[in-house]
């Protein structure tokens, strides 16, 4: 909520303010089609014709889109209490419901309270050691099954590992049985909610439509898996010290009550996804990056010797593991999972002197934002340096943002840096990879910037 004061101030300026610049589109379909069709080429082009920030129409919708960082800052820090989430993170309750990701207020920041604590750095120091286990487990699979050659789907392989880590270091449990359960489940509510955003009409989800019963089977078979992680943690009677005995033992202060299964289905679903999907992209973006990018792999390769030398990595490693992190970061920078990131002002709203009408769609597009010429030198070339201590520095507040900002940043930020520069170090001292497929992946952006029909690569064993 604004203050009384701050209130006041934001309403004589909005008295002042100028209209955002418009695309106008047809007068029926408006610019629905080209915002479905190519969205990311879109912004592209009507940057370049009205700058870093502009509105459109789309049939159910108002949109702003927006490339400025001071804006992003504005929008996501300074004003935060202005702004809910965009009507996108509506469309991903129905399979998310009301967790983490989705809720909002108090009941927002008692959630974020409760959880918290699992992330915190002593806690993520224990579950490096179920990091590098997944990663090594994977590993010691392909060694049984390529013996160093043939062709792999990386984006299902990183899938996999992400998920175990996920699965076993915050809910403690093995869904190995189940990989390609979840694997269809998450792409199907990826595409379904990525399509139903973008449609003008939207059918209800009881209606028997093709797409509706695909996605209504998928989400009954996540609800059974989720369901049963609980039931089988209350009926154990080890003590356990994760994400899931924290949520499942939360009181409320005032009333003593704790929380109701729908709403633990909510969280654990929402952790569950947010939590291995998104590394699971980045990752494989990564190893496409490194198979272009020869000499930053060799250099990759040669700190990983001079650090490890062959064994584990550990938590110890990390800080010294410098170059393996600047390469997941300008891995997020050239491809951030969450390439897009949307709110709604509670009321009108000033942003660069421009007039952000209360309930628009302010989608923040930080696949761009990280490319903008503006901030980034050789924007498309993939230079890990940019990271390193000197010249990050320098780099512009909100120029870079794969994890959000303000106080919705990413709750797993530091675990999935950890877990990305784990994997890496554990997987290059065995294999490297390079495509095999001629062309250079395509962006499919759905709710995550998926490579379009996966990453297909040859396996190699590592010259170390
Ligand atoms: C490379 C990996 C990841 C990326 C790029 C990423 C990106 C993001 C972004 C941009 C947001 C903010 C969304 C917004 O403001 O609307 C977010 C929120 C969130 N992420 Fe991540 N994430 C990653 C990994 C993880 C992991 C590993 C977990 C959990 C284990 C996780 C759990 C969450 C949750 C629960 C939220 C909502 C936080 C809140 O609003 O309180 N994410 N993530």
Excluded at 85 to 97: P, W
Excluded at 155 to 171: K, P, R, S
């Amino acid at each position: 909520m604004l203050t009384e004061n701050s209130s006041k101030t934001i309403s004589a300026k909005t008295k002042t303010a100028k209209p955002l610049p418009k695309v106008s589109g047809g007068w029926f379909m408006k610019n629905s089609l080209d915002v479905k069709k190519d969205i990311i080429g879109f912004v592209e082009k009507n940057q370049k014709l009205h700058g870093d920030i502009f509105r459109t129409e789309v049939i159910s919708h108002s949109l702003c889109f927006t490339t400025n960082p001071d804006y992003v800052k504005y929008i996501l820090q300074e004003n935060n209490r202005n702004y809910i989430k965009s009507f996108g993170y509506e469309v991903l309750k129905i399979f998310l419901g009301n967790g983490l990701l989705t809720s909002e207020g108090d009941f927002w920041r008692q959630q974020r309270r409760l959880a918290q604590p699992a992330f915190h750095r002593e806690k993520l120091e224990a579950l490096t050691k179920q990091m590098t286990a997944s990663a090594e487990k994977l590993v010691q699979k392909w060694k049984n099954k390529y013996n160093y050659g043939g062709v792999i789907t990386i984006t299902d392989e990183m899938n996999e590992v992400t998920l175990d880590i996920v699965a076993e270091a915050l809910f403690g449990v093995n869904v190995s049985g189940k990989l390609e359960e979840i694997r269809n489940a998450v792409s199907v509510s990826n595409h379904f909610a990525m399509d139903r955003i973008k449609r003008a009409v939207r059918i209800p989800l009881w209606f028997p439509t093709p797409a509706n019963r695909q996605f209504n089977s998928e989400s009954k078979k996540f609800d059974k898996m989720i369901y049963g992680i609980i039931d089988s943690r209350r009926n154990e009677s080890d003590k356990h010290n994760d994400l899931l005995s924290m949520l499942m033992g939360a009181q409320d202060e005032e009333t003593g009550e704790r929380m109701s299964d729908l709403q633990l289905r909510d969280e654990i679903m929402t952790i569950f996804i947010a939590g291995h999907e998104t590394t699971a992209i980045a990752l494989s973006w990564l190893w496409f990056l490194l198979s272009q990018n020869p000499e930053a792999e060799e250099k990759l390769r040669n700190e990983l010797k001079t650090v490890l030398n062959g064994k584990t990595p550990s938590f110890e490693d990390l800080p010294k593991l410098k170059y393996t992190k600047m390469v997941v970061e300008e891995t997020l920078r050239l491809y951030p999972p969450a390439w897009i990131v949307g709110r709604r002002p509670l009321e009108d709203d000033v942003v660069g002197g421009y007039l952000l009408p209360k309930g628009i769609n302010v989608l923040m597009v930080s696949y761009l934002i990280h490319r903008h010429p503006d901030y980034w030198e050789n924007p498309n070339k993939f230079e890990p340096e940019r990271f390193s201590p000197e010249r990050a520095a320098s780099i512009k507040k909100y120029s870079y943002f794969p994890f959000g900002g303000g106080p919705r940043l990413c709750i797993g930020n530091n675990f999935a840096m950890m877990e990305a520069q784990l994997v890496v170090a554990t997987i290059l001292q065995h294999f490297h990879f390079t495509m095999a497929q001629n062309s250079v992946p395509l962006l499919e952006p759905l709710i995550t910037l998926r490579p379009q029909g996966g990453i297909k690569m040859n396996i190699l064993k590592s010259n170390k």
